[in-house]
């Protein structure tokens, strides 16, 4: 890609290596430790799910049991391959069998550790060849319906009940989106455990469960073929059950995924090595699905300025984008994250916009970038929010951008109506068809303001990342150098659930998966 910005391509080069030496230096810590989190998704991806006469979920159960007993650095995998070698019996039943207090997973007699990794192998092989078929599922509902042209227009359903959210996703897609996300209630992420079954009762959002996964996904295959083009489904793959969400979308077809490395550490003060062991098998399941993920860095931008911290925003993600790689996700799957926030009293505050968006897309030519609509300085004046999200628009088309989450009119007043979202797929469409190839007639002055505003921001993170590449990822965020969020390494929520591997550790679906997704 030609560079209308005149960036520095050795500049570009130093801020990257940086980010890949950060990610290999916190990668030595993520590989020697394992969480509650990353051992109940083994348990899940071996069949493993329903809930006991309380409502908690079986893995949990299974996964409680080995931390209880001082097993969790074997891993999940060795204590149910084991016990499958010792009863007999299948996953869901030992689990059952946990549960009513009829096993005890770390006192049973232990097998030949070849003998246990046989087992569970044949076992793992059977689900990610379920999870590669899904993959193929989709490649061949978009060879056949075909998809909308990008941007494509992503919209949010947060009604809380996830048969509404059928509803009013349906007609999303008859309106024209191309991609549907189910807003999580709110403080889901917050919860070591996820709910079981279709549910009806949300928050500012509907609670992400596999079920409420698999009625989505039914529900819009069916709209996909009335409309004739594929539509994605999207969910938070974030919170202290990352790698869960991960496993449970990759089984049900969801095709988007919110997946930052540290987006839960700074704005839900989850614990940072929680989150860093998390987010790096999250990613590998994501990345052998065909999942694109979208990272968090808009979210920098609603606690710090725009302006001044634009920098940080590029830094994050060049490091999210090194954190994938290590996990096997191809730049075609790294939605990295940035947003149209700077606010609207700013002189030629547009042209800064515009900077920052052709910015990200010459740096990340081969990324599906996510970019957001105004929100920190939406006053509930509807009429001015519709113009503004029509500026975000033509920012989007002018810098071709992938995945544009919608601006409403009716941000700050409550949640999107049918009509609300009628209206921005309206003025996206509408801006985006009158425009459609303006990127390619247009050309940036020599010297001027968003040449000059890019090349500034790109030497600061540059900067930045060199100053993390010396001190490490955990003191740069002890130091609170992202997003003015200061998060200690043994403080937030989850730490109690890190435990180091034993050296007879194993996890058998990080090697299936890495091996596929390379």
């Known amino acids: 890609m030609q560079s209308k910005l005149n960036l520095d391509q050795n500049l570009i080069a130093k801020a990257r290596n940086s980010a890949k030496n950060i990610a290999a230096d916190t990668q030595k810590f993520i590989d020697k430790h394992t969480t509650v989190a990353v051992e109940r998704t083994v348990a899940r991806l071996l069949g493993i799910d329903g809930i006991d006469e309380i409502e908690t979920p079986l893995p949990n159960i299974v996964v409680d049991n080995i931390k209880d007993g001082g097993g969790l650095g074997l891993g999940a995998a060795y204590w149910v391959g084991n016990a499958m070698i010792h009863t007999g019996k299948e996953p869901q039943e030992i689990a059952e069998m946990v549960s009513k207090g009829e096993l005890d997973l770390t006192k049973v007699p232990v097998a030949d550790d070849s003998k246990i990794q046989e087992v569970i192998k044949v076992l793992a092989e059977k689900m990610v060849q379920r999870i590669a078929s899904n993959k193929n599922d989709r490649d061949e509902f978009i060879k056949n319906l075909g998809e909308g042209p990008k941007p494509y227009l992503y919209v949010i359903v947060a009604t809380g009940n996830i048969y509404e959210d059928v509803l009013q996703a349906q007609a999303a897609a008859r309106q ?168 609207p009293d700013l002189e030629n505050g547009f042209l800064f916009e515009l900077s920052q968006a052709q910015m990200a897309r010459e740096i990340f030519p081969n990324a599906p970038l996510k970019y957001m609509p105004p929100t920190k300085f939406m006053t509930g004046d509807i009429y001015k929010g519709h113009v503004q999200d029509a500026l975000f628009n033509m920012v989007a088309i002018m810098t071709n951008q992938s995945l544009q989450l919608l601006g409403m009119l009716t941000e700050a007043i409550h949640t999107p109506l049918l009509q609300d979202r009628a209206l921005s797929i309206a003025n996206a469409k509408y801006v985006f068809n009158n425009a459609r190839d303006i990127s390619s007639e247009i050309e940036f002055k020599n010297g001027g303001i968003i040449q000059s505003r890019a090349q500034e921001v790109l030497q600061n993170a540059a900067d930045m990342l060199n100053e993390i590449e010396t001190e490490g990822i955990f003191s740069t965020i002890e130091e609170g150098k992202f997003a003015g969020v200061k998060r200690k390494m043994d403080g937030g929520k989850g730490l109690e659930g890190v435990t180091k591997k034993h050296d007879k550790y194993f996890n058998p679906f990080v090697e299936l998966m890495l091996g596929g997704a390379r």
């Open 176 to 343: 024209g989106a191309d991609i549907i996300a189910v807003i999580r209630t709110t403080g889901q992420s917050l919860l070591d455990y996820v709910p079981y079954g279709a549910t009806t009762e949300g928050f500012g959002g509907t609670y992400a469960t596999q079920e409420n996964f698999r009625i989505m996904r039914k529900a819009l295959d069916e709209v996909g073929e009335e409309v004739g083009k594929y539509i994605r489904l999207c969910n938070y793959c974030s919170g202290l059950c990352m790698p869960e969400i991960a496993a449970m979308g990759a089984m049900e077809r969801l095709d988007v995924m919110l997946n930052d490395a540290l987006y839960g550490i700074l704005f839900r003060d989850i614990n940072i090595q929680r989150t860093l062991v998390d987010q790096y098998f999250s990613r590998i399941i994501n990345g052998f699905a065909g999942v694109i993920i979208n990272t968090g860095e808009d979210n920098y931008l609603t606690t710090a300025d725009a302006v001044e911290e634009a920098h940080t925003v590029l830094a994050s993600q060049f490091i999210n984008e090194q954190f994938a790689l290590v996990a096997g996700l191809p730049e075609e799957q790294m939605g990295l994250g940035h947003a149209f926030e700077i606010t």
